[in-house]
């Protein structure tokens, strides 16, 4: 960013700036006052109340005192604030159409999630969970034995392997062949 004829990082405002980097409290609330004002009425244009343009002001500063090491000496003051701004205002109307979005699927979310909770869906779930439990006795104990610890219990290969006392890849192949295993033995029954 070079010098576009706005508030420039110099004199006045670069011993403010200087200060507000220190952390001095004063320095703070001069910079917030000095320069939220045109930010706010450039947001208030474009934000749908009053409140949200105040809010997204108190943001954009936040963010702006935080990223403040950032700014060159050389840089438009202004440029940079509106800069700030503009890419909060995409991020909150990108959020209110994801909002909007899901606000409209609440429907059938609240359908989705109504049916879950209908017996016949749990008696769905049993009847799967059965059919799994099946198929995996039905498989060698080695292979029960692999798929449990890496399924069940959530270990890694790398772990299985050592518990078994084999080497990283022939446990591998181990996990890959009773997955194969269970997978034809689950479509058969």
């Given at each position: 960013m070079g010098n576009t004829g706005g508030i420039v990082y110099n004199s006045l405002m670069g011993s403010l700036i200087e200060k507000v980097k220190e952390g001095n409290p004063e320095a703070v609330t001069d910079f917030y006052k000095s320069n939220s004002p045109k930010i706010l009425k450039y947001?208030?244009?474009?934000?749908p109340s009053k409140e949200d343009a105040e809010d997204l002001t108190n943001d954009i500063f936040f963010e702006a005192i935080d990223s403040l090491y950032l700014l060159n000496k050389e840089d438009n003051?202004?440029?940079w604030l509106y800069k700030i701004a503009h890419n909060k205002m995409v991020d909150y109307y990108r959020k209110r159409k994801i909002k909007s979005l899901l606000l409209s699927q609440m429907p059938y979310l609240e359908i989705i999630s109504n049916e879950i909770h209908q017996p016949e869906f749990q008696f769905e779930k049993d009847r799967v969970r059965d059919k799994i439990e099946k198929t995996l006795v039905s498989l060698s104990e080695k292979y029960q034995k692999v798929l449990r610890l890496h399924y069940e219990e959530g270990i890694s290969v790398r772990e299985?392997?050592?518990?078994?006392n084999m080497s990283?890849?022939?446990?591998?192949?181990?996990?890959?062949?009773?997955?194969?295993?269970?997978?034809?033995?689950?479509?058969?029954?």
């Open positions: 947001l208030g244009k474009h934000l003051l202004q440029a299985i392997a050592s518990r078994l990283f890849k022939a446990t591998e192949s181990l996990l890959f062949r009773a997955r194969k295993q269970f997978q034809i033995a689950y479509e058969s029954r």
